[in-house]
C-alpha cells in the first residue's frame, strides 16, 4: 500500500474512533430481563449483567458507574425501587439516562422510579451535585413517591428538599419527564434547584401533585438561572408560597416560557407562584403561558421583579383527562390518546394550541400544527395536539358575559361584537341561538360568523344596520346561518365582497344594500316581506327573493316557513322539520321532528355544487336555502336516487357490490 493510501486509512481510523466516542456506548438496564434470578429486586442480580441488550443490568446506579462520557443508558419500561435505582448520581458524567422512547407518553408513563420514600426513611429519585452541566441529560422518567432527604441551608438549618430530584450548584437538563406524587419537609417538592451555580434546564415535563411543607410545592429554584419551558405544573401544593413554583435569593433568575400552571395551591397566600427574598431579591420572567388567574396568581415580594412578557393568558386548557394522567391538549383537529394509540377529535380546542412563543421552532408538531408551537408539555413533539389553523370564539346572549375567555360555550362572551373584536383573521365565531340586539361591525376581519346550532336572531336595536361591511372585506368574510329581522337594513355593504349564504332576512326595510360592491357573493339566503327592497345595488344567486332577482337560480315563491308570526322560519316539509323548544339550561334550543302537509319550494333549492352532507339525511342531495340550509337543522327530503344505496351521490359499483351482498337476505318477520 503506498504513503498516501496509508496517510487516508490512519486519518480514516482516526476520524471514525472519534466520531465513536463522541456517539458513545449504550448501556441497557431492565428490571425483570429473564436472565434476571429475581425480578423487581436489584439485590439478586443476573451474574452475567453487563449493560448488553442480553444481560441489562437491574439497577441505573450500576449502568452510570460503568459509563463514561457521552454514552446513553437506556431504561426499558417497568417500575425500579430499591438500592441503585433511587438516590441516583451521575458523578459528574456528560450521559444521558433515558427510557426507551421518551417520545412517547405512554412509555415514559411506564417508565418509574418509584422511590418509596418517607419522612423516617427519605430517598429521592436523582441526586446531582457533582458539578453536572447541560450534557448530563434525565429524559423520560417516571418519578414518583419520593421524600426528599435533608440539607443544610445556612441560617434556615436542616430541611428536607427536592422530593423526586436535587440539584445543587449544577446545570443538568431534566426533560420529557413525568414528576409526580413527591413531598418535601422543606422546599422543592417536586424539584429543588439550589446554588449560584445552578442553570438548570427543565422542559417538556409534567410536574403534578407534589408537596413542600414550606414553599414550591412543584419546582423551588433556590439562586442560580433556571430554564423551565413547556412544562406542565399542575395539582401542586405549598404550605407557604409558590404552589406551582418558587423562586428565591439573588442571584436567582428564572425564565418562565410555553408553560401551564394551572390548580397549584399555597396554605399561606392561595397563590400559585412566589418570587421572594427581601434581603437578596429574586427575579422572575414569565412569557407564553397559561397561568390560571393571570398575573395575580404571583406573589412578588417587596425588591423583587416579576417581568410579566408576552403572550401570558388565562384560560381553562382543557386537559384531556387529569383523572388518569393524560395532560394532552383537547383538539378538535386532533389529540393524541395515549390509551389507543391513536388520534381522536374532541368537541373543543384548547386554547394553547398555536398559543406558545412564536418566535420558538415548531419542532417535530404534526402536520396542521398552524404553523405556531402549542403550550404544554407537549408543545414542540409528535405528539402536540393539532391544529385547526384558528380559534373558535363561542357567544351566548343568555349564558355569556364578555369578561369570559369566549373558548367554548361554558365561558362564552355575551355579544356577538365581543367575538369579532376579538377575533383574528381566519377565526370564526360561533353564535349559539337567542336574539342578540346589536349593530354588527366585521371591521376588515377574515373571519367566519355563524350559527353554533339552530339559528341565532341579529336585529338592530335601534332599527338601523343590523350587519355592516365596510372595511375592504373580501370573500374571506363569511356571514352565514342567521336570522336578520326587523331592521332598517339587514346587512349594508360598501366597497367590500364578503360571501354571505344561508341569511333568512324578513321584516326589515331593505334586506341587503350595496353600495360600490366590486361583487356580489350572496347565495342560498330567502328575503321576504322586506318592505322597501330585498336587495339594492347587489345580486344574488340560488336564493328565494321576493321582488325577483336576475341572478342564477332565483325563485320568488312563497317560501312558506313553519311559524313567521312566532318567529319560527324553518321550512316545511312533508319529510321532516325541525320543531326547536327552549330546555332553560343555557338557552339551549332543544326539539322535535314533526311532518308537515306540504314542503316547502326552498327545500333542495341552493346551489346544486354545494355537498350537503351537513344536513341530515334525508336531504334530498341538494342544500336548502335560509338560514337553516346546510345544517343539521335543514327540514328533509327525498334522496333522489333510490339505488344510491351509501349515499354519496352517484350510482355506482360500490352499491351494486352492497346490494348483491344482501340478495334474497330478509328480517325474520318479512320471511
Known amino acids: 500500500m503506498g504513503k498516501g493510501k496509508n496517510l487516508i486509512f490512519l486519518l480514516f481510523a482516526i476520524t471514525f474512533a472519534v466520531s465513536s466516542s463522541l456517539l458513545g456506548a449504550t448501556i441497557y438496564v431492565d428490571d425483570d430481563a429473564p436472565s434476571d434470578p429475581c425480578h423487581g429486586n436489584s439485590d439478586f442480580s443476573d451474574p452475567l449483567e453487563d449493560g448488553s441488550t442480553e444481560h441489562p443490568f437491574d439497577a441505573i446506579q450500576e449502568a452510570i458507574g460503568v459509563s463514561d462520557n457521552c454514552d446513553t443508558v437506556i431504561v426499558l419500561s417497568g417500575i425500579y425501587t430499591g438500592t441503585g435505582n433511587r438516590d441516583i448520581n451521575y458523578a459528574g458524567r456528560a450521559i444521558t439516562v433515558r427510557s426507551s422512547d421518551p417520545n412517547d407518553s405512554a412509555v415514559v408513563a411506564a417508565t418509574v422510579i418509584n422511590c418509596q420514600g418517607c419522612a423516617s426513611e427519605p430517598h429521592r429519585g436523582f441526586d446531582f451535585y457533582n458539578a453536572e452541566g447541560p450534557d448530563s441529560i434525565l429524559d423520560g422518567l417516571t418519578i414518583k413517591n419520593g421524600y426528599g432527604p435533608s440539607m443544610e441551608l445556612g441560617s434556615f438549618g436542616w430541611r428536607s428538599v427536592g422530593g423526586a430530584i436535587r440539584c445543587y450548584d449544577t446545570s443538568p437538563t431534566i426533560r420529557r419527564c413525568r414528576i409526580e406524587n413527591n413531598v418535601v419537609g422543606g422546599y422543592g417538592g417536586g424539584l429543588f434547584c439550589v446554588g449560584g451555580y445552578c442553570n438548570t434546564i427543565i422542559e417538556h415535563c409534567i410536574i403534578t401533585s407534589n408537596s413542600s411543607n414550606n414553599a414550591g410545592g412543584g419546582i423551588m429554584c433556590w439562586y442560580g438561572e433556571e430554564v423551565i419551558r413547556h412544562c406542565v405544573i399542575v395539582g401542586n401544593t405549598s404550605g407557604e408560597y409558590g404552589g406551582g413554583l418558587h423562586t428565591y435569593r439573588n442571584p436567582c433568575h428564572v425564565t418562565l416560557s410555553n408553560s401551564i400552571l394551572w390548580d397549584n395551591y399555597s396554605l399561606l397566600d392561595e397563590l400559585q407562584i412566589g418570587v421572594t427574598s427581601t434581603v437578596y431579591p429574586s427575579e422572575l420572567t414569565v412569557s407564553y403561558c397559561d397561568i390560571q388567574g393571570g398575573q395575580a396568581e404571583v406573589f412578588v415580594q417587596s425588591g423583587c421583579t416579576l417581568n410579566w412578557g408576552p403572550g401570558n393568558i388565562d384560560a381553562e386548557p382543557y386537559f384531556a383527562d387529569t383523572g388518569n394522567g393524560d395532560y394532552h391538549l383537547k383538539s378538535q383537529a386532533g389529540r393524541w390518546d395515549p390509551l389507543s394509540s391513536n388520534w381522536v377529535e374532541d368537541t373543543v380546542t384548547s386554547p394553547c394550541v398555536d398559543a406558545g412563543d412564536p418566535c420558538s421552532d415548531i419542532g417535530d408538531e404534526p402536520e396542521k400544527n398552524g404553523g405556531r408551537i402549542n403550550m404544554g408539555a407537549y408543545g414542540g413533539t409528535i405528539q402536540a395536539s393539532k391544529s385547526l389553523g384558528y380559534y373558535i370564539w363561542h357567544v351566548d346572549t343568555v349564558s355569556g358575559d364578555d369578561n369570559n375567555n369566549g373558548f367554548s360555550r361554558d365561558t362564552a362572551f355575551a355579544t356577538i361584537q365581543k367575538g369579532i373584536n376579538t377575533a383574528e383573521n381566519s377565526d370564526v365565531v360561533m353564535v349559539w341561538p337567542g336574539v342578540y340586539l346589536e349593530n354588527l361591525d366585521f371591521a376588515g376581519k377574515a373571519i367566519t360568523l355563524r350559527s353554533a346550532a339552530d339559528a341565532a ?200 357490490a352492497a346490494l348483491s351482498e344482501e340478495w334474497l337476505l330478509g328480517l325474520p318477520w318479512a320471511q
Open 457 to 656: 336572531v341579529l336585529q338592530s336595536p335601534n332599527g338601523g344596520v343590523a350587519v355592516l361591511f365596510h372595511s375592504n372585506e373580501d370573500a374571506n368574510s363569511v356571514l352565514k346561518n342567521f336570522v336578520i329581522q326587523n331592521s332598517y337594513t339587514g346587512i349594508f355593504i360598501i366597497a367590500s365582497e364578503p360571501t354571505i349564504e344561508y341569511i333568512t332576512l324578513v321584516n326589515n326595510e331593505t334586506g341587503i344594500t350595496g353600495f360600490d360592491m366590486p361583487q356580489s357573493h350572496i347565495s342560498n339566503c330567502i328575503f321576504w316581506n322586506n318592505s322597501y327592497a330585498d336587495l339594492i345595488d347587489c345580486e344574488a344567486a340560488y336564493s328565494c327573493v321576493q321582488d325577483g332577482d336576475p341572478g342564477p337560480g332565483n325563485i320568488s315563491i312563497d317560501p312558506m316557513f313553519a311559524d313567521p308570526c312566532a318567529g319560527d322560519y324553518h321550512l316545511v316539509s312533508e319529510l321532516g322539520r325541525f320543531v326547536p323548544v327552549d330546555s332553560g339550561q343555557f338557552g339551549n334550543r332543544d326539539g322535535v321532528w314533526v311532518r308537515d302537509d306540504n314542503t316547502s319550494p326552498c327545500v333542495d333549492t341552493g346551489d346544486p355544487g354545494v355537498n350537503p352532507s351537513g344536513e341530515l339525511m334525508p336531504n334530498g342531495g341538494r342544500v336548502n336555502v335560509g338560514a337553516y340550509g346546510g345544517t343539521p337543522y335543514a327540514s328533509q327530503s327525498a334522496w333522489p336516487l333510490k339505488a344510491d344505496i351509501n349515499y354519496d351521490g352517484t350510482v355506482n359499483l360500490v352499491d351494486f
